[in-house]
Each structure stands twice: as structure tokens, then as C-alpha cells.
């Protein structure tokens, strides 16, 4: 398998894994507090969304030329991936608090419990909306991904192999532990995934804007080592800033 | 109209973020990668030089603002 590709399904496993951990907390968090048929039921109905979406958009996007699809979906990535791995380097440094899977199912459930009873076509409204606005909003971001990260390198199934494996594993281990899954390194991949998107930005937008990388697909490893080192050497420049501006 | 402006915001918020001067320099850097491939020049050095600069500028900036 080409160096493409083993990114390709790599990127879109992380990705999708963190976005599934979030959108678990809240079906979790919907089913416990206001009944689990509610909270199913809007997974199902937010899944069918997105399996429409994604073959509505799959072919479109596969009709495009190479090149024009490449200086699209590389901006976009890079300017998504910036704001991933901004994000990511501020948590890693201390200057921005780390995700809390535990606190965010906390709230949620209270919000749930707190929220009035309202039913509709058999299902409590509540219940029902939260895990559908949940996992759509999660799965958006994993369809983008796919999309475009699948449409770009030339294989879409590629990419939603790398999605569904997140999936299985998420929603497997979920099932087993029926809680939210804290203990998942989640700040360590989004960093990760914020690298990816960012080393994949940067290689298809030279490429769509007509450049060419030398050792083509094998310069992944390079831009991906240049942006690890980068992310790294900026986590500890900040991370010293930070304790030097700290009175003792 | 409403839902017309929250879908355009929901997209601005989804890919652009609370950072739009990085998308422009991203947009930027871009296009001159692209000038200059076009005048074959050797162009791939120019992203990841121009993406470390734009990374440490939005850093500062959100630190600046937190």
C-alpha cells in the first residue's frame, strides 16, 4: 500500500475516532437521562443524514478534475487542520484547558435530567433532538473528512474504511463499558489528527496549485516529520513562556 | 433568511474558526505558491515555511486574546 493511502486510512481512523468518542458522550449521556429509545432513535435518524449526504456528495465530488479538487480540498483542510492543531498546541502547552469527556457527560446528563417532558411520534423530544444534534454535528466533521480527504488522495471507499473501523471500535467498546470513554487519550489524538490535517493540507494545496513535491507521495513523511517538529518545538516554546510568566 | 444566515455561520464557524486572518494568509500563500510555480520556479518549499508562520502568528493572536 502506497504512502497515500496508509495516511489516508490512518488520518480518517483518528479523526473519526475522536469525533465518535464526543458524539458517544452525548447519545450516552441522552439515553441514561431521558430513555434509551429517544437517544437511539436520533443516532439512527442523524446516520441516515449523513449516509445521504455522503452519497450525494461522494460522486459529485469524484466528477471534479484532480488538480482543482486538490487546491480546494487543501485549503480547506489546511485552514480546518490550523484550527485543530492551534487548538491542540495551546491544550498541550497549558494555556487552554484539556478536553473533559467526564465533565462534558456530567453537564449534559444534568441538562438532560433538568429538561421538561415533551413527547412526539412516541419518542421524548428531548431525547430524541440531543442525540440526533450530537451525532450529526460529530459527523459532519467525520463526513468532511471523509470526503475530502478520500475524494483528494482518489479513494473515497479508502477513507470510509478508515471511518468505519472508528466506528466499530468506538461504538464496540461503548457498548462494553456503557460509559463515556474518559480514559481514551483524546487531547493526544486530536493533536494527531490536527497534524494529519495539516500535512495533508499542505501537500495537496502546493500540489493543486500546480507545484510538485519531489519524491511525489513519498514526501508525505517529510511534511509530516516537518509539521510533528514544529508542533512539538512550538508546544515547548510556549510551555516555557508560560511557566516563565508565572510568578514563583 | 435566518436559516440562510445560520447555515452560512455554521460553515464559517466550521472551517474557518475564531482565526480568519490565518484562512486569508493560508489563501495567500496559496496563491503566491502558485505564481510562482507558474513561472517555473521550484514552488513546494513556500507552504510549509508559509504554515509555520501562520501557526505561530494565530498562536500569539489567541494567547493575546484568552
Same mark, same amino acid.
Given at each position: 500500500m502506497s504512502t497515500g493511502n496508509t495516511f489516508l486510512i490512518l488520518s480518517a481512523f483518528l479523526a473519526s475516532a475522536v469525533e465518535m468518542v464526543e458524539a458517544l458522550t452525548i447519545v450516552? !449521556?441522552? =439515553?441514561?437521562?431521558?430513555?434509551?429509545?429517544?437517544? &437511539? %432513535?436520533?443516532? #439512527?435518524?442523524?446516520? *441516515?443524514?449523513?449516509?445521504?449526504?455522503? %452519497?450525494?456528495?461522494?460522486?459529485?465530488?469524484?466528477?471534479?478534475?484532480?488538480? %482543482?479538487?486538490?487546491?480546494? /480540498? =487543501? !485549503?480547506?483542510?489546511?485552514?480546518?487542520?490550523?484550527?485543530?492543531?492551534?487548538?491542540?498546541? &495551546?491544550?498541550?502547552?497549558?494555556?487552554?484547558?484539556?478536553?473533559?469527556?467526564?465533565?462534558?457527560? !456530567?453537564?449534559?446528563?444534568?441538562?438532560?435530567?433538568?429538561? @421538561?417532558?415533551?413527547?412526539?411520534?412516541? &419518542?421524548?423530544?428531548?431525547g430524541f433532538v440531543l442525540s440526533f444534534k450530537g451525532v450529526l454535528l460529530e459527523g459532519l466533521e467525520v463526513v468532511f473528512i471523509v470526503l475530502t480527504f478520500g475524494s483528494a488522495q482518489g479513494s473515497i471507499p479508502l477513507a470510509a474504511v +478508515?471511518?468505519? +473501523?472508528?466506528?466499530?471500535?468506538?461504538?464496540? /467498546?461503548?457498548? !462494553?463499558?456503557?460509559?463515556?470513554?474518559?480514559?481514551?487519550? @483524546?487531547?493526544?489524538?486530536?493533536?494527531?489528527?490536527?497534524?494529519? &490535517?495539516?500535512?495533508? +493540507?499542505?501537500?495537496?494545496?502546493? @500540489?493543486?496549485?500546480?507545484?510538485?513535491?519531489? +519524491?511525489?507521495?513519498?514526501?508525505?513523511? #517529510? /511534511?509530516? =516529520?516537518? *509539521?510533528?517538529?514544529?508542533? *512539538?518545538?512550538?508546544?515547548?516554546?510556549?510551555?516555557?513562556?508560560?511557566?516563565? %510568566? *508565572?510568578?514563583? | 433568511m435566518r436559516w440562510i444566515k445560520g447555515f452560512g455561520r455554521f460553515w464559517w464557524d466550521f472551517v474557518i474558526g475564531d482565526d480568519w486572518l490565518a484562512a486569508v494568509l493560508v489563501a495567500v500563500a496559496i496563491g503566491v505558491t502558485a505564481a510562482i510555480a507558474h513561472s517555473h520556479i521550484t514552488a513546494w518549499w513556500l507552504m510549509p515555511v508559509a504554515v509555520l508562520g501562520v501557526l505561530w502568528l494565530s498562536l500569539r493572536r489567541a494567547i493575546r486574546s484568552a
Open positions: 450516552l !449521556a441522552s =439515553g441514561l437521562a431521558r430513555g434509551w429509545k429517544s437517544s &437511539l %432513535a436520533g443516532l #439512527g435518524a442523524a446516520t *441516515v443524514v449523513l449516509a445521504v449526504l455522503v %452519497a450525494a456528495l461522494g460522486p459529485a465530488l469524484t466528477a471534479i478534475p484532480l488538480n %482543482a479538487l486538490r487546491l480546494a /480540498v =487543501g !485549503a480547506l483542510l489546511l485552514v480546518f487542520g490550523l484550527q485543530w492543531l492551534r487548538k491542540a498546541i &495551546l491544550r498541550a502547552s497549558g494555556y487552554k484547558e484539556l478536553h473533559d469527556e467526564d465533565a462534558i457527560f !456530567a453537564r449534559e446528563l444534568a441538562e438532560a435530567q433538568g429538561a @421538561e417532558h415533551l413527547e412526539r411520534a412516541g &419518542l421524548d423530544w428531548y +478508515g471511518a468505519a +473501523g472508528a466506528l466499530v471500535l468506538v461504538a464496540g /467498546v461503548g457498548i !462494553a463499558v456503557r460509559a463515556p470513554l474518559a480514559r481514551v487519550p @483524546e487531547n493526544l489524538m486530536k493533536f494527531s489528527v490536527g497534524v494529519m &490535517l495539516t500535512t495533508f +493540507g499542505i501537500f495537496w494545496s502546493t @500540489e493543486g496549485a500546480g507545484a510538485h513535491w519531489p +519524491g511525489s507521495d513519498a514526501s508525505l513523511l #517529510g /511534511v509530516l =516529520g516537518f *509539521v510533528i517538529a514544529v508542533s *512539538v518545538l512550538l508546544v515547548r516554546l510556549l510551555r516555557r513562556e508560560r511557566m516563565e %510568566a *508565572v510568578p514563583a | -
